[in-house]
Structures are given as C-alpha cells and as structure tokens.
C-alpha cells in the first residue's frame, strides 16, 4: 500500500453502500486514502455492520441526544481530531452541516449528490428529472460549502434518461456510476492532485485515467 495514506473517516445514516465502494477501493494498494473511522447519527444503519466486518473502527453519534446541531457536531469533531482523521466523505449522511463545522474541514470534506449539479439541488432528484423530461442526468462528487449542494465539482457521471424510466429504475443506474466516482475523487484528493481556483476544480498532472466526467452509453 501507499506508504503514507490519507487517513479518512465516512460518515452514514443508513445502508452506507457509498461507503462500501470507498471501502473496497481501499483496499487496492495504489489507493491513496485508508478508510480508518466510519460514524453515523443512527445506531441502526445499516452500513456499520459492513465497516465492522472490514475491521473499520465504528461510532454511532445520536443527533437527538444533543441540544444543538453545533453541540452534535462538536462531537463529531471531537472524535475525528481523536482518530487523527484527515479527509471526509459523507454517503448518504441525513443531517444538514453548520457553517462552522463545513468550514472548519473547508477542503477536507467531500460529498456525493444524485445528479448534475448544478441542476437538482436537494431531496427528491430522479422524481424531478423525470418530471422535467432530461435526456442526461447523474450524479456529482463535489466539496461541501456552508450552502448546501454548491461546492465546486469534482467529478460528476451521466446515464441516459429511459422512455420507460422510474425514479428507481434511474437512481439505480446513477448509484451505479456513484459508487465508481466517489472513490476515484476521494483518490484524487488524497494523493494532493485536486487543485481549487475561482470555484472550479482542476486536476494536477492529469492522465488519460483520470475521468472527471464519465459519459453514457446510447
């Protein structure tokens, strides 16, 4: 493995299966991040029970035992500066981050949104494609800013919108491409090769490999 990996925790709410895809991408030995904590709000969610049978060390945070959402995320914080995490990847993380916690991991803290961005911020993304009759929709790995769904894009995937389509028909082919992107970007970030400048992404000595953009098949 890389000699000196980015220690990185991911942080769910449910079945975590963005998770599971940066978790077995760790393991390839040219993976630049190592996938050392994984914390939820939930106890029940589903995706601990995978990150403790990788031998990931696993923390349920309750949101609801707190009096604030900054008290909740001084928690968080707290436990990832214990672990001496770097990176973080939310995966399907149900909880809206304070500026103070976003901008204290400014950077350092990456998201998964199930479509296009800029297009479709928010819940509910399929159903609206769908009802908006897209030809192309997606999904986009970006970093996290204090307003939600707009940080500057890393990569994003398209797959071709179906005549036949349904919400879940389309999310399962846009999940597909998540769970390929997301590690690839975290890769990107970890190695140091992701470079910001007037909110747009460019990508250090990029290779022929290195796909910020994964096109779809007709």
Known sequence: MSPQRTRTAVL??????????????AQKSDFNASIDLVISNRGDAAGLAFAQSKDIATITIEHKAFASREDFEHEIDAVLRAHQIELICLAGFMRVL???FVQKWSGRLINIHPALL?????LHTHERALA???KIHGC???FVVPEMDEGPIIAQAAVN????????TLGARVLEQEHIIYPMALDL???????????????KEAH???QALRVPRL
């Open 12 to 25: 769910i709410s449910g079945r975590g299966s963005n998770m599971r895809s940066i978790v077995e991408a």
């Open 98 to 100: 304070t500026s103070w």
């Open 118 to 122: 800029p297009s479709y911020r928010g």
């Open 132 to 134: 908006d009759g897209v």
């Open 140 to 142: 986009t790995v970006h």
């Open 161 to 168: 919108v179906r005549d036949d389509d349904t919400a879940d």
């Open 189 to 203: 970030l970890a190695a140091g090769r992701l470079l910001v400048k007037d909110n747009c992404v460019r990508i």
């Open 208 to 210: 022929a490999q290195d």
